[in-house]
């Protein structure tokens, strides 16, 4: 037996080493036109089956013409990542902000993933932002803070203003919006690069911090090895703990524990996604910064910060929303449901194209074998499932999720002044937060137009499509999720009742000119 599961593992490493081999090939070499031609048919015959709103922002007329007028102007062989670059603005044209396409990039074996891991790149411990049509340094998880402010003027020969106006082509918002793309190409800067060069070892920067600039170069760098153990001579004795000292210990690293998941921890840059403080002593203004809606245990958060809020009688709650790019459509429901004081109904009916979607998610051809076995093990139960919340209504199918059913505040419901704080990177589950509180006059707005429409957005359930030439991969929602209000014209955010925009030199002396704002306001109405 031991000997058959050796030849059985042997084989399996050979075939995957063969495959990733074979992957390396195809991306790399120059696709035949005829091969190209296809992945674009590929690309728009998916979003045909499975996108619901494909016309909702581009004309069907409009959208044909770009893709027809892309296969046209290919004329010569391409390698996948010059494909990748011809074919990002075709399908941003659609306009709708949870469509991605991502480039094809090398597969490494075992060992060579291993020899990465023991490298990191300067470059990507840097996090940017996009202000006033600069692109400057955020901050940094490398050591050299120095340069934190500083302007990004050119990567090697690039342009760095160039390199933005393309990368600004290889996605959308919802609609006709223009403030996500400020905000998202600073953001995922990093990620553009990447997606445009490839993986590299060093990078020439051109800074200009103040009136100066000069050029550093990123490296990728050996990570440090931990120390080794001293011998037992020079390594000192370790104090013995007592039975209730080991006791009192466990108990505090489950505290934390707890505390990190109800909070939502995000290791990367040690901060936590959901944050609550009163901000004065006497508990009459309190302020809740969310950065997004996926991690942790949010019930038990926001039960414990409204409970908070209800016992101080607290009269002013700023909510947060600032960057905040979307997430669990449950958690969001669940927040609405402290933030109102009617009864509400959350979301419509969502339009999708197939009656069995959760089936057509799972079955997509970069969906893992073992989760494609497993998935039709349990597909007689998927389908009754799906067929249960389906309904049809003018020619036209809608999952019926349960944020649809109409219901009641929570008991602990907040009722007093609520100021909300967006901007174009509020996104997807954070603008349709702010839909209905916007909608429903429950609070202040502060800042700029939320990049995720007011309308609703196609997202949900996502399908992932790999072009069988290319291998780049197309990410789309499966479901039109909105809330039962709309607004007219369609394709806009949320707009802020008070427009803020803050500028470099507020950041440079760190200055919140929206959060200052209303704390005047409060002031104002005491």
Known sequence: MQKVILVVSVLLILSSCKSIEKHNEQISKLHAVIDLHEDVDKVYNQLKRHH???YQYTPKEVLDFKFDSLKKAITTPMSSRGFY?????VVSQVKQGHISLSSANKWYTKKERKQLLKNKFEFYALDFEYLQ???RIKRTRGKDSTIVGCEVVKIEEDSVADLIDIYKTRFASDGYNTTLHNRYVGRHFSSFYYKDKGRVDSLKVTLKCEDSLYVK?????QKKEKPKKQDSIKTEKRIKLTSEQKKENRFAAKKKRKFN?????IKKYKEYTRNFRFIEESEDLAYMKLRSFTNGNYKRFYKESFTKLDSAKTKYLILDLRDNGGGRIAEIDYLYSYLTKEKYK??????VTSRVPFLKFLMSNTTPNSIKLLSGIISPVIVVQNLMRIRERDGKLYYRFKQTKVREPRPLHFTGKIYVLINGNSFSASSLISTHLKATKRATF???????????TVAGIYKIYELPNTKLKIRMGMMQVEAPQKQNPDGYGVIPDVEILPTIIDRNVKKDPEFEWVLKDI???R
């Open 261 to 265: 998941r109800k909070h939502g921890f």
């Open 85 to 89: 670059k011809a074919l990002a603005p």
């Open 52 to 54: 619901p709103k494909l």
């Open 217 to 221: 170069t990123f490296r990728r760098l």
């Open 133 to 135: 049509n600069k692109l």
């Open 523 to 525: 002031a104002s109405k």
């Open 446 to 456: 502060v800042g700029e137009e939320t990049g995720g429409a007011y309308n609703g």
């Open 346 to 351: 959350f979301i419509e009916n969502s339009e």
